[in-house]
Structures are given as C-alpha cells and as structure tokens.
C-alpha cells in the first residue's frame, strides 16, 4: 500500500466504475441520467489508466492527485443525486475518496477532502430527490462512516509508515527512511547549492561483544550508542539511521567534512566505555548519485578503519 500508492489510487476509482456500471442495467435511466453516468465511468477509467499506466512512467506531481479526488468528490455527487431519482442510495461511494485521501495525505488534507464529501452529500439530501424518511440521519449515519474510516486509515497509515522507516531495535531511522532523505537532501542541496555531507560510522568489536557475552548484549550496545549519539544531532538538519549491523549513517545538510568531523567527535565523547567506532566522510559534489556518495564515504571508513584502528576504549578515528 504505501510501497505502491499509485495503484490504490488507481484501484479506487475503478471500483466506483464498476459500482455504477452494475446499477447501470438495473433501472430505466433518462437520456441524461444515462448519458451522465457513462461520462462519469469514462472518466474514472481515465483516472484509473492515468495511476496504472502513466504514473508507472513518468512520476505525477503531489498536487494531481488533489485536483483527482475533488472532481472525484463532485462526480460522485451527481451519482448520488442521479441515483436518487431512482430511490437508490449510493453515498456510499464517497468512501472511495474517503480512502485515497486518507491513504495520500496527511490528517488536515485528507478531512478536507472528507469535509467536502459531506457538504456535497447535504446539498443532494437538501436539494435532490428523497431516498431517506429522516435526511438528517441520513447525512449523519454517511459522514459520520465516512469520517470514522478516513481516521482509521490514517491511523493505520501512520502505524505501517513508522514500521517501514524505524529500526525496532535502536528507534532510529532505516536503511528504508536513509535513502528516502538523502535523495531528499541531495535535490534539495541540487536546488539551492548549499553543501551535503554524509559520514559512515561502524562499530569496532560488535562481533567479539556477540561471541563473549551473547547478542542481547550486543543489541543493548547497539540501543546505547543510538541513544547517545541522537542526542548530539542537530534537530534542525541532521539525520542519524542505522543502516544494518553495526553500521550507522549521518546526514549533515549545510556542512562540509570540518563541520562533520566536529560533529563525529561529538559523537565519540558520548559513545559507551570501552566502545570504539571508525568513521569516513563524503561532501557531495552535486553531479555523483547516492551511491557513489555513500561509496565515497565508506572507502573512507575502511581506510580509517585499517590506518587507524585502536583497541576498544580508545575512541573514534
């Protein structure tokens, strides 16, 4: 789902296509109601192909989707309200924006989207054919569904969302999360030519603390130098993760190897006793990939570690 959120996006829409084409054959449908609800499948499919098919080649800016889901919202609503010319109630489907809003964005944009759902929802109930004895129960028991699933997705948005980027083990970012920021960064540094440093720190001794005193051991070390060395980052910028093992990254944005090297030094005063760590730097120099950057930096970190590796207790190089 979040791995892949074009598709949902395009699934969505296709599964109010199909719920229209199904009631379609059903009823006797005016010329217009007719000629209404095709167009409205015809631009679903549309909406569908656009996040099966083109955003698989060429990525579609944030903001498409917004504009997607409000004519969304106003096509669902002259469903509803034809619909109701046949005493059929389809307000259901407003779950379908419900959803994607819910899945895309964050919580004051995704209830927006939802809050529309409902005034467009009251205009049909207020304006358009009955099909309910009581419209404001209606409107009630289909927005308050309609809110109570939106806040449900979001919730389990935020939860899968903070299981794909944190390592349960130290809290801090992932490899996954890594990445995701430093092509961040990188565009960012590309756009307003400010300087991007990132260093690689591993563990001197992690494999003799698992062989001697077990992996819980080694887990609580790994706990304890996360800890410390989160609290010597700048919040306004760097970002600390831990990529795997006992390997752990440092992005500085705005810094250049000086600057990152004050902050590794920082990070060695706070290291556990008898911990030691090696470390190699890398100032991007906005024309090399991620990967050739990282490269950079961990040739660095084997160098110092090979030049300068020092018995455990002695500090970082």
Known sequence: MLADPDTVAGMLPAAAVVAIVLVIPAYHWSTSALVALVGVSIV??????????????????????????????????????????????MANLYLLT????????????????IGASGVYYAAVLAFGPATAESPVVAWLAVFGTT????AVVLRLVSVLRLAATVDPLTRLANRRAWDERLDEEMERSRRTSTTLTVALMDLDGLKDVNDRDGHTAGDHLLQAVA?????????????????????????????????IRRLIERFDEV???????????????RTEGALHLLHRADLAMYETKLKHRRPPGQGAN
């Open 227 to 259: 800890q410390a060395w989160q609290t010597k980052v700048r919040g306004s910028g760097d970002f600390l993760a831990r990529l795997g093992g006992d390997e752990f990254a440092v992005l500085a944005p705005g810094t250049d190897q000086t600057g």
């Open 98 to 113: 419900a959803t994607v809003a819910a899945l895309s964005f964050s919580v004051r944009a995704a209830f927006a989207h």
């Open 147 to 150: 809110v109570v699933v939106g």
């Open 44 to 89: 679903g499919v549309f909406f569908t192909v656009m996040r099966l098919v083109v955003a698989r080649r060429r990525k579609l800016p944030p903001w498409s989707l917004h504009v997607e889901i409000g004519i969304g919202n106003v096509l669902l609503t002259v469903v509803v309200a034809i619909a109701a010319t046949q005493h059929i109630d």
């Open 271 to 285: 290291t556990p006793a008898g911990t030691s760590f090696s470390a190699g730097e890398a100032t991007w120099d």
